[in-house]
């Protein structure tokens, strides 16, 4: 089970800023804010697993663990002689970030969490892959798209799911090659959890500045979802961008001199 992602660079600033792309995009989602921020970043702009370039051989399902995650970055580092950075993520890439967090919390300047993943884990995502069982029930359900309408519908009926909720998942899913994607993403990436007391005492031991970007309109990871963490941190911010969910890291890039800097 052999990890290599495959990423692109943006500018030539003096800080280093490594970063990660929501599911179902490669890394040309952070191209507009590395060519707006090209003077102040230089972006190390990463493939997830099963995405863009990136090569991860896995073909049993197993999750990834976090200590192949580590390493190959720890090599990346070194490779590149980079002693400090920060780290940026957009929705299911804060997991990449958070796990990154922990490890090399040392090196760290700043972190961006950009409507981020794997803070809150919704009891779809918990249900659908911890177990073996559940794993097989949820992946008949994301390749056969009759039972995901009838599912999706009954969900929305009982108030369990939120309609634009429902319409993004539509989109995701609207053909077998992003299917597959997202199966294979889910299921491998079941290991980046977190116990966000420890995560927390790491951060703020480490005084890290951790900047979340949030959007007004986001159904799919809403303000609320980062509070189990959020509420634990000393020194944090919030920014809200009016967006929802899929145009957010485009407002970011647009907005971040005004209300970031």
């Known amino acids: 089970?052999?990890?290599?992602?495959?990423?692109?660079?943006?500018?030539?600033?003096?800080?280093?800023?490594?970063s990660f792309?929501?599911?179902g995009q490669d890394s040309s989602c952070f191209s507009d804010f590395g060519n707006l921020h090209k003077?102040?970043?230089?972006?190390?702009?990463?493939?997830?697993?099963?995405?863009g370039k990136s090569e991860f051989q896995n073909?049993?399902?197993?999750?990834?663990?976090?200590k192949q995650i580590a390493a190959f970055f720890e090599k990346f580092?070194?490779?590149?002689?980079?002693?400090?950075?920060?780290?940026?993520?957009?929705?299911?890439?804060?997991?990449?970030?958070?796990t990154l967090t922990e490890v090399f919390h040392k090196k760290i300047n700043t972190v961006y969490l950009?409507?981020?993943?794997?803070?809150?884990e919704s009891w779809i995502y918990r249900l659908a892959t911890r177990n073996i069982f559940t794993r097989?029930?949820?992946k008949w359900v994301v390749f056969n798209p009759v039972p995901f309408e009838v599912l999706a519908k009954f969900l929305v009926s009982l108030g369990f799911v939120n309609k634009s909720v429902v319409r993004f998942s539509q989109k995701m899913l609207d053909n077998d090659k992003k299917r597959k994607l997202i199966y294979d993403s889910w299921i491998s990436f079941r290991s980046l959890r977190f116990n966000l007391q420890d995560l927390a005492k790491i951060i703020n031991k480490e005084k890290l500045k951790i900047i979340f970007c949030m959007g007004k309109f986001d159904t799919v990871l809403p303000k609320k979802s980062i509070d189990p963490l959020f509420k634990k941190l000393k020194?944090?911010?919030?920014?809200?961008?009016?967006?929802?969910?899929?145009k957010l890291m485009e407002k970011v890039a647009k907005e971040w001199n005004e209300k970031v800097k």
């Open 77 to 98: 580092l070194e490779s590149h002689q980079i002693e400090k950075f920060s780290l940026m993520g957009y929705s299911i890439g804060g997991r990449f970030v958070l």
């Open 235 to 246: 020194v944090k911010k919030i920014i809200i961008f009016d967006a929802g969910h899929t």
């Open 114 to 120: 950009v409507a981020p993943d794997g803070i809150s």
């Open 21 to 23: 792309h929501g599911i």
């Open 59 to 66: 073909t049993d399902n197993q999750p990834i663990p976090k």
């Open 136 to 138: 097989k029930v949820f």
């Open 39 to 51: 003077d102040k970043f230089t972006i190390y702009a990463f493939d997830l697993p099963f995405h």
């Open 1 to 18: 089970m052999g990890l290599k992602l495959n990423y692109q660079k943006f500018g030539k600033g003096k800080n280093i800023l490594l």
